[in-house]
């Protein structure tokens, strides 16, 4: 059992974390800068990302529960909202761009520039803050405003991230009915033969016309989940950074049957060819299938992951279709 702490000016406590999850185990807590630096490029890339979900309507605070609350990741206002939890929300990190209606909350900055003045004004009785984010854990305790940190590495820590904000925040009944759906939605769909994986790159938000340093990732990532649970093989899984940038000529010599480009919105046609064209002119010896997946929920370990396997799942699908030998 896993234990999460909150953190108020002279106190600190355990939070028992319950979650429904199986099958995905946790991976090693290693890297744990990198981790933070993609979690804030995703959320610099969600600034302009567009989505649509409704929030569900929150339920009143029950009694000894925060009743203000501030978050900077965009994977835990995300959550809050999910949760039907954004009427308790009163401030955001500037990247928080879903669902839409978060537009409406005030900024407070992020990790390396929080509005402080800002933050006291707002009177929070709680911060959720990713580990990765703890620089800030001195100064809001100074503002009297307990802290509560995540963990968000894996699958299962995502899950587990999300109950205890449920168990939190006075809504652990909900936090089990969205974890039981959400579960069900990553199950394991394996669509390779044992003996015939497809060999998956995944390129992480790069620029047309740019292969020089591709951002991958490694095997400690949930990412790699992702790719276990479809059957596939990451080509880079034993790179020894959670996100590595590696060059073209790596990537030859990794052989990939499939790159999978991941970008933070959807791209029209034109730009989407434009993407792909890139890999035309790399010297594989067996040219693989390329598709994009966009969408700013292909970057965030939170609420929407199945979103992510559905869309991995398609990509995946529709290039064995079209590659002979896998």
């Excluded at 429904?20 to 933070?36: E, I, N, W």
């Excluded at 009785?125 to 307990?146: K, M, N, W």
Aim: proline share 9%; hydrophobic share 50%.
């Amino acid at each position: 059992m896993r234990h999460w702490f909150t953190r108020s000016p002279g106190a600190l406590r355990p939070l028992a974390a319950r979650t429904a999850g199986k099958g995905l185990a946790p991976s090693r807590r290693t890297h744990r800068a990198a981790l933070g630096f993609v979690v804030l490029l995703a959320g610099w890339l969600m600034a302009c990302a567009d989505a649509e979900r409704a929030a569900l309507p929150g339920p009143p605070p029950a009694p000894g529960s925060p009743a203000r609350v501030i978050a900077i990741a965009p994977a835990i206002v995300e959550t809050l909202y999910v949760l039907g939890l954004e009427d308790r929300v009163v401030g955001v990190g500037d990247f928080a761009a879903w669902p839409p209606e978060v537009a409406e909350k005030p900024r407070i900055g992020g990790l390396f520039d929080p509005r402080l003045e800002t933050i006291a004004g707002l009177e929070p009785d709680l911060a959720i803050l990713l580990v990765s984010e703890r620089g800030l854990e001195e100064p809001l305790a100074r503002l009297g405003v307990e802290v509560m940190l995540l963990e968000v590495e894996s699958v299962a820590e995502v899950a587990e991230a999300i109950a205890a904000i449920g168990e939190r925040m006075g809504v652990e009944a909900r936090a089990e009915a969205f974890l039981a759906g959400w579960w069900s939605g990553l199950e394991p769909d394996s669509l390779g033969a044992d003996e015939e994986r497809p060999r998956i790159l995944l390129s992480i938000v790069r620029d047309a016309g740019r292969l020089s340093a591709v951002l991958t990732a490694n095997r400690e990532t949930f990412y790699q989940e992702l790719l276990d649970n479809l059957g596939a093989e990451n080509v880079f899984a034993e790179a020894p950074v959670l996100y590595p940038q590696v060059a073209a000529e790596e990537i030859v010599a990794r052989r990939p049957s499939v790159v999978i480009e991941l970008q933070p919105r959807a791209l029209d046609a034109p730009a989407a060819d434009r993407l792909l064209a890139d890999w035309e002119t790399v010297p594989f010896a067996t040219t693989p299938c390329t598709r994009v997946v966009g969408g700013a929920h292909t970057l965030l370990p939170g609420p929407r992951l199945p979103e992510l396997y559905r869309d991995l799942r398609a990509a995946v699908a529709d290039c064995l279709d079209e590659v002979p030998g896998t």
